[in-house]
């Protein structure tokens, strides 16, 4: 069973910085296609980024320009670094990996894997 794990977030100003990590117990992420999405309180699930494992990457029009995924392969890790943070994108973030080749998946159903999200708060 692949167990992913998310961490970081955290509360910030709007305007601030934060990044969310993520890996996955028995994969080598960049071999893998990684999304992190989000879910804020009332509202369903949705598409913030992804690469694929050839380093493609795409991210929702909502956070294009703030928002960057990237790996360290050292690490076995995926990223997000959020930048210019406003007060609509706090949420729970989620990291989730595809068992099959998905490309840059913007649909929740193309992953199998998920981890338990951490919460990010941007207050104005």
């Known amino acids: 069973q692949v167990q992913v794990v998310e961490s970081g977030g955290g509360s910030v100003q709007a305007g601030g910085s934060l990044r969310v990590s993520c890996t996955a117990s028995?994969?080598?992420?960049?071999?893998?296609?990684m999304g992190w999405f989000r879910q804020a309180p009332g509202k369903e699930r949705e598409f913030v980024a992804a690469r694929n494992w050839v380093g493609s990457t795409d991210y929702a029009d909502s956070v294009k320009g703030r928002f960057t995924i990237y790996t360290d392969n050292a690490k076995n890790m995926v990223y997000l670094q959020m930048n210019s943070l406003k007060p609509e994108d706090t949420a729970v973030y989620f990291c989730?990996?595809?068992?099959?080749?998905?490309?840059?998946?913007?649909?929740?159903?193309?992953?199998?894997?998920w981890g338990q999200g951490t919460q990010v708060t941007v207050s104005s």
């Open positions: 028995g994969r080598t992420i960049r071999n893998y296609d």
């Open positions: 989730a990996a595809a068992r099959f080749r998905v490309g840059v998946a913007r649909s929740p159903s193309a992953y199998d894997y």
